[in-house]
């Protein structure tokens, strides 16, 4: 039982790439959400899913997208990396009471 | 907005004793309330929580008190301990405690001296 698997744990991306980060659970859990946490801002939705099929924006979605083909996957997609990208991602699965959430991936975007 | 508010960004206490951290939350309709627990390089693990049905739930050490008519909810850590140091977030849902959205605070870093 792996709980929330993240890849890549470190990047660096040239302004304007674009690029994915994977996001994994073997749960079983219907919600699963993206957060971006950056120096004295705490834990930042970006995007989040209540289930396969069905995202939603958070509270900073641009320059983000996502999709849930699978319950078990929710990748988060870069279009066109800007430095104000640079940040540590995470990603979470809910099921109840508690979220539990991925090591997270540092990105640089230079 | 911040609908969850926390506004020590730093808490440092010596070992043994109490630690407390504090959060406001302004959205009346919250009614489920977590804390996390962060440590560097790692992702955050779920701590204690509390519906708003009760004013208190205690785990161990960890005790969550919850004012709703102050909006104010603390999490204390008796004894404090050097493994305990770590940023903690507070973190509020609506609408019960599955599938809501989470808004965390900020987070206080706490940092515990032998």
């Known amino acids: 039982n792996a709980g929330v698997t993240q890849t890549p744990k470190f990047q660096v991306l040239k302004t304007g790439q674009s690029m994915t980060l994977q996001c994994a659970q073997d749960m079983n859990h219907e919600y699963m959400s993206w957060y971006r946490q950056d120096p004295g801002m705490g834990l930042r939705l970006i995007h989040y899913?209540?289930?396969?099929?069905?995202?939603d924006q958070g509270e900073v979605p641009n320059g983000y997208n996502v999709s849930r083909s699978t319950t078990e996957d929710f990748p988060l997609r870069l279009l066109s990396a800007a430095p104000s990208q640079t940040s540590v991602y995470f990603c979470?699965?809910?099921?109840?009471?508690?979220?539990?959430f991925g090591q997270g991936t540092r990105l640089t975007v230079v | 907005d911040q609908q969850v508010k926390q506004n020590s960004p730093s808490l440092s206490v010596q070992e043994g004793r109490i630690s407390i951290l504090n959060c406001d939350y302004t959205?009346?309709?919250?009614?489920?309330f977590l804390w996390y627990k962060k440590y560097p390089a790692e992702g955050p693990t779920f701590l204690i929580s509390?519906?708003?049905?009760?004013d208190k739930n205690e785990d161990g050490r960890f005790t969550v008190f919850l004012n709703k008519s102050a909006k104010h909810l603390s999490l204390h850590i008796v004894p404090s301990q050097p493994g305990d140091s770590a940023v903690y977030f507070c973190?509020?849902?609506?609408?019960?405690?599955?599938?809501?959205?989470?808004?965390f605070g900020r987070g206080t870093q706490l940092t515990v001296w032998p």
């Open positions: 509390i519906s708003s049905i009760k």
């Open positions: 973190a509020a849902s609506a609408g019960g405690s599955t599938l809501g959205r989470l808004y």
């Open positions: 899913s209540v289930g396969a099929g069905i995202t």
């Open positions: 959205n009346s309709m919250f009614d489920y």
């Open positions: 979470a699965s809910r099921e109840g009471t508690e979220a539990f």
